[in-house]
């Protein structure tokens, strides 16, 4: 008798959508599934697993070294097949995988995995491919980046993150130009997200009829994505506290500079004086920084940040987060409490 196949769910959306946000959610409420959870991440360094509230009996693995879509399905591939073989010796338990796709994948060659590698489909069944679009950002993401197009036409779900911060027109116009990217999708608002999980998870929504039709060659050709080139990435790490106020302005300076190349940014960052990390969000002009948990008594602690974007140049992104590094013999005890006082009355 044949074991039934594992159900996956997998999360795409553009860079900064609400992707991490959204399994976050997962992850920390008590719904009684047991998930595996796969990550990917953009870019040589990952933040999004420093990020994830994970309960300890989650698993969770993180790929950081490629794309899922392209350079590294064969690692995809090879830890399916691990958590199959860990789960059907009892080492593991879990009912079902969701994979995190990075902002520039292109769902179809993750998905096209499930029925074209023989190992794979023989122990997974796809669920559904589930797309989360920024309500502030989507409409200038599908005009500028054919892989946000991509994600929304082969959706089986639309999560539409960010609706707390546009007008109902500007909802509305963005469901509408969704709806013609891909009529089949329902499109579900989700805040910070919350959703119901039922509407997401074991859902059988994915139909290889409808990938055949997006995609002809979908059960037959390893599908090659090919990525915007002008979209690259760099990480920054400083193992040196940083001058709060500094960090503040230069950061501040560079967004104002550059928010229409920068795509998204991301880090966890150690200030001078507190005790917690700091974690850096943005995407464009939209940015957050948050205190997070606190920083273990004899642990290291480092800043670490990552700039995905257009021509961006690296150089002086490094020149202005290097000057934040705090000059403890140049900087006063005066001055570092003027900075902690206007610090106080930033938003964090
Ligand atoms: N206002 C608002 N912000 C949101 C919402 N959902 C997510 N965010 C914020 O959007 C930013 C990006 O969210 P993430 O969940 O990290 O996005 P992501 O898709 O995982 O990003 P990448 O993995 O880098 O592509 C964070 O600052 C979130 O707090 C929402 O519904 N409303």
Partial sequence: ???????????????????????????SEPHGHRIAVIENEFGEIGIDNALLKRRSDEQVLVMNNGCICCTVRDDLVRILGELAAKRAA???????????????????????????????????ALDAVITVVDAVHGMAQLDAHHEAQDQVGFADRI???????????????LSTRLHEINI??????????????????????????IAEALEPEFLHHFHHHHHDDDVQSFSIRLSEPLSPIRFRLGLGSLID???????????????????????????????????????LPDGPRESVLVFIGERLPEAEFRAVIDAAVLRTDAESDASFDAAMKIIDELPF
């Fill in 1 to 27: 008798m044949s074991r039934p196949q594992i159900p996956v769910t997998v999360l795409t959306g553009f860079l900064g959508a609400g992707k991490t946000t959204l399994l976050n959610r997962i992850l």
């Fill in 257 to 295: 500079k550059y928010s229409a190349q920068l795509l998204r940014y991301k880090g966890v960052v150690h200030l001078a004086g507190y005790e917690q990390r700091v974690i850096l969000q943005g995407v464009h002009m939209l940015m957050a920084l948050n205190l997070a948990e606190p920083w």
């Fill in 90 to 124: 009892g080492e593991l338990d879990f009912e079902r995988v969701l994979i995190e796709t990075t902002g520039l994948a292109d769902p179809a060659p993750v998905a096209q995995t499930f029925f074209v590698d023989p190992g794979v489909a023989e122990h997974y």
């Fill in 159 to 173: 999560l539409l993150s960010k609706t707390d911060l546009v007008s109902a027109e500007q909802q509305e116009e």
């Fill in 184 to 209: 089949r999708a329902p499109i579900i608002p989700v805040h910070f997200g919350k959703t119901d999980l039922a509407q997401i998870l074991d859902i059988d929504a994915f139909s290889l009829d």
